[in-house]
């Protein structure tokens, strides 16, 4: 079977959910991409066959995560809320919060511990909602990332290297590969080690996050909470190798280019990316027939007949082991 050839298609057991929280930041005015975000938000656009949030989101499942905070503007919270619903239709449980003005990436935190969605002591995983990751094997990458937190402590990033990384935060690595400094769009990079936007964080973000100086540009920045980390010795980075791909959606062509590789690679090897019911069918977060059944309601479009497929041969296959 064609979807048996990507991670999120992958057989077997699902592995244990992480006892984190995700958090997917979806707020900001999206002005790189005006007009095209001026009436709607820039994670509601579509990426090809879906929403830009669906790849987010199904970053977070993947790395077993089930209980999720939406945050993005007061404007557009209604519009999510109809999309994506409480989540339980893939076995997730969704909450939604605003951000009012966008203060900054490390704000997601303090937003997520004043709504209650973050309590004392809880780690939290943070994704950009304009952020894609595919690539063979991501989910192994995510759970055992996860893993590391649940057992050490302190944070994971996640590096992917760049042809320009003086427009990103920029991890620079000793010579055993350890984690040294963390450079801001720097003039001139000393690597080409982009930091993206996934973020593993164990219980101390909250509190670390609560310490920070907004930035002379007047916002909370990620990168000060990981060097925050990093100065405690409990950062570390996992390079995402060549294997993986790792988009940025925020301009138009960027956007143009992502709906691209989705279509390219999704023609030729005959699967669907970030398709939440199948990612949380194979996570055991929802049965093959809960999956079924939300395929035969969605109607005739090419996602809806994905599902059902695999869905099916899901099935099939079952009945074909306990015969």
Not at 218 to 233: F, H, K, P, S, V
Request: proline share 6%; aromatic share 8%.
């Amino acid at each position: 079977m064609s979807a048996g050839r990507t991670d999120e298609g992958r057989r077997g057991p699902p592995p244990i959910v992480w006892p984190v929280k995700g958090i997917v930041l979806a707020g900001g005015s999206g002005t790189r991409l005006h007009p095209l975000t001026r009436s709607v938000s820039k994670q509601l656009l579509p990426v090809y066959d879906k929403p830009m949030i669906y790849y987010p989101v199904s970053v977070l499942m993947l790395a077993g995560i089930r209980d999720i905070l939406v945050i993005t503007t007061p404007h557009d919270r209604p519009q999510f809320e109809q999309l994506l619903g409480d989540g339980s239709q893939w076995g997730l449980q969704l909450s939604y919060a605003v951000q009012p003005s966008p203060d900054g990436l490390a704000q997601a935190f303090l937003i997520g511990a004043d709504v209650g969605f973050l309590a004392e002591g809880d780690g939290a995983a943070l994704v950009l909602g304009d952020n894609i990751f595919f690539g063979h094997g991501i989910g192994g990458t995510l759970g055992e990332a996860a893993d590391e937190v649940v057992r050490s402590g302190g944070c994971t990033l996640f590096g992917y290297r760049v042809s320009d990384p003086e427009r990103y935060g920029v991890a620079v690595l000793d010579a055993e590969g350890a984690l040294v400094d963390i450079e801001e769009k720097p003039a001139e990079p000393r690597s080409d080690l982009a930091v993206t936007g996934l973020y593993f964080y164990d219980g101390d973000v909250v509190e670390l996050a609560r310490t920070l100086v907004p930035s002379p540009r007047g916002e909370l920045e990620i990168t000060d909470l990981n060097r925050a980390y990093l100065e405690r010795g409990r950062a570390r980075l996992v390079d995402l190798g060549r294997g993986t791909a790792w988009l940025d959606t925020g301009t138009q062509d960027a956007l143009l280019e992502a709906a691209h590789f989705v279509q390219v690679l999704q023609h030729r090897q005959g699967i669907t990316i970030a398709c939440l019911e199948e990612v949380a069918m194979r996570r055991g977060f929802i049965s093959p027939a809960d999956a079924l059944r939300i395929g035969e309601e969605m109607g005739k479009s090419n996602y809806a007949q994905y599902l059902r497929r695999t869905a099916q041969q899901f099935l099939d296959d079952s009945a074909a082991v306990t015969t």
